[in-house]
């Protein structure tokens, strides 16, 4: 079983940069997919940015040239890189694997962007 760990979270002012980081307790090689996910109050949970088995990237369209996904197979680690961050930003971030059999989740982090 896949154990993800999401760190980075905070509290920033608009405009500001965060990177969040997931830990993944074993190798990622070879998964289907993994990404970000995130969940505001009162929302449903929405893809944020997703990578797939052939490195192609998927940004949601809110994210698109502000956030980037990219990841280090040696130390087993996805990374949400978040710039020009809004208050509508404001939300928890989950990390996600898809091995194509099992899909996993982290606990989140929680980021708020207020002034």
């Known amino acids: 079983q896949v154990q993800l760990a999401e760190s980075g979270g905070g509290l920033v002012q608009p405009g500001e940069s965060l990177r969040l980081s997931c830990a993944a307790s074993?190798?990622?090689?070879?998964?289907?997919?993994m990404g970000w996910y995130r969940q505001a109050p009162g929302k449903q949970r929405e893809l944020v940015a997703r990578i797939s088995r052939d490195n192609t990237v998927r940004y949601a369209d809110f994210v698109k040239g502000r956030f980037t996904l990219f990841r280090d197979f040696v130390k087993k680690t996805v990374y949400l890189q978040m710039n020009n961050l809004k208050p509508e930003d404001t939300a928890v971030y989950y990390c996600?694997?898809?091995?194509?059999?099992?899909?996993?989740w982290g606990k989140g982090t929680l980021v708020t962007v207020s002034s």
């Open positions: 996600n694997v898809d091995t194509g059999t099992m899909n996993y």
């Open positions: 074993e190798s990622f090689l070879g998964v289907s997919s």
